[in-house]
Structure formats: C-alpha cells, structure tokens
C-alpha cells in the first residue's frame, strides 16, 4: 500500500464522485477506479459500494477513511519536518514578500543580515498573501511579509506598520485642478480597483470603504497588480485608490489628489512559524522595531 492509494481513496471519498474524484488528482477514471481496486483487495474488504447512480462508503471505508486521513496528516506532517531540517541545515532563509516590502523593508534589513550572516543564502519569494501562509506552514519560507494576518496557532506575528491609500487620477482630468477632493465626487466615477484574487486586503478595504462612505462608483477594471493600476490612471481609463507606497512609482501623467474626508489604511505584518525564530528571523524583528516601532512589538 502507498501514499497515492490513500489519496486516491480519500478524494474519491470526499467527493463521492469517481470523475470528480479523478478531475481532483489530476488523473483518468479508469484508472483511479483501478487504484482503489488494488487498495480493496490489498485491504481484504470492500470500502466502497458503486452503482450507476452513487458512490457510497461501507462501514469499513468509513473506518478506513480516519485512519486513512490521519496517515496522510502525519506523512505531510513528516515532509514539512524535513524541510525544516534541510533550510536550517543549509544555512539558508526563505523570505517571501508582497510589492511594498520591496521597497520599504529590504533597504533596511537586507545590509544588516548579510553584514552578520555573510554566508547565509537568501531566497526571495515573491506571493500573494494566502500562497505565503500555505509556504509558511508547509516550511518553504521562513517568514512571510503579508497584508493581513493568519491567525493559525502556528503562527506568531507582528504589526510593522500602517499606511494610508492615495486617491490617484489622471492629469488631465477635471479633478487633477482642484486643490482637494470630496469623497462625494467619487460616485459614478471611473475605478481601477485591485483584484480580490490578488490583493484580497486591499480589495476588502476599498469595498468596505466604499460601502460604509455609501458611495456608489463605476469600476472599470480590476488590476492583478499595483502597477497596471497607475498605468491604467495614466492613460486616462480612471482614478484609483492605492497604498502611499506607490507614490514615488507615479509618472508625469499621474496626480495625487489630497480628500477632504480622510481616506482608509492599509497594514503590513511580517510572520514567522512559532518553534523556528532563528537568528536571522530575530534579527530582522530587532531591525523592524527599531524602524517602524508601533507599540505592537
């Protein structure tokens, strides 16, 4: 018995559904059903009852469905484990990141580790915000700089800082001449808005600003990344709502306009797993502090 023949039992377990079961794993009926054959025989009793109409679980599929789970969970748990073992042992950091970190922590924290690390091997990762905790838990990165935090008891994490959204618009647009802006002015205005997909914070934060402020504007484009957003406000599509970060990326093209009502924030946490704070990871909290201290720390 293998590995793939507990996964291949438990889709088809969960979905109840040899093609859907198939569709999951990535590979054909035949020989899915031809998997799950080989693993009732090699078990010695029957696990499913198939018709033309349903799959079902017997008793003993059933029972052999939590076992069947928790041997997945400890494998996946003993290939996280290795993969800690092998990064520490490797003398190696995984950092991944979102666009902002790029630009206002790298600067700080990257002379400092390579000055008392000199041998450490840096790897970047640039992700959205949820494949960095899936890459954090399984230990593929070693600390995660995020927009919003997971909560997950593995986890610890600390607040870096707050920064506030710009309103952006094009040059040449009537509101480019005015000293400031109403929010009032934003309803049946043009938007660029960020993906959910992509920057699902950032998205949230707009719509419940929006909602809250009861502004009702015409979105005319989501962008999957904070550069198509200032292009796009470039060529006139728009206006957009992006972090301060952005500011010094802005063309001649490009204006921002200060609000009369003040405008939502956006946060930056970094995250670590709980039983591997290292040196590296230590030292780059310490850095973080003394630049961004919050009261958080």
């Not at 020989?31 to 054959?37: A, E, F, Y």
């Not at 800082?161 to 040059?171: D, G, Q, R, S, T």
């Not at 909602?211 to 292009?231: D, G, P």
């Not at 003040?262 to 909290?285: D, H, N, V």
Request: glycine share 4%; hydrophobic share 45%.
């Amino acid at each position: 018995m293998e590995l793939r023949h507990l996964r291949y039992f438990v889709a088809v377990a969960e979905e109840l559904n040899f093609t859907k079961a198939a569709q999951r794993m990535c590979t054909v009926q035949p020989s899915l059903s031809q998997q799950i054959k080989d693993l009732e025989q090699e078990v010695g009793v029957q696990l499913l009852v198939r018709s033309n109409r349903k799959v079902e679980l017997t008793e003993e599929g059933k029972a052999f469905l939590k076992e069947a789970l928790l041997s997945l969970e400890h494998a996946e748990k003993a290939i996280q484990d290795a993969r800690k073992v092998a990064n520490i042992s490797k003398d190696q950091l995984h950092i991944g990141f979102v666009p902002v970190a790029e630009m206002k922590i790298f600067p700080y924290i990257m002379p400092n580790i390579r000055a008392h690390f000199p041998d450490l091997k840096i790897h970047f990762h640039s992700l959205t915000d949820a494949d960095q905790f899936r890459a954090l838990k399984k230990g593929d990165i070693d600390i995660a700089f995020t927009r919003y935090v997971d909560e997950s008891s593995e986890l610890e994490f600390v607040q870096i800082f707050n920064e506030p959204l710009a309103l952006i618009v094009p040059k040449d647009s009537a509101a480019a001449a005015q000293r400031h802006v109403s929010i009032k002015s934003f309803n049946q205005q043009d938007f660029i808005i960020s993906d959910e997909g992509a920057s699902p914070q950032l998205y949230k934060i707009i719509q419940d600003f929006f909602k809250q402020s009861k502004l009702n504007v015409n979105v005319v484009q989501h962008s999957t990344n904070i550069l198509l957003n200032v292009n796009l406000v470039g060529m006139g599509v728009g206006w957009s709502l992006v972090p301060a970060y952005v500011i010094p990326l802005l063309g001649d093209k490009i204006v921002v306009k200060n609000t009369i009502e003040p405008l939502p924030t956006i946060g930056l946490y970094a995250s670590y797993r709980k039983e591997q704070r290292s040196e590296a990871i230590e030292l780059i909290l310490k850095i973080l502090k003394e630049q961004f201290y919050t009261g958080i720390f």
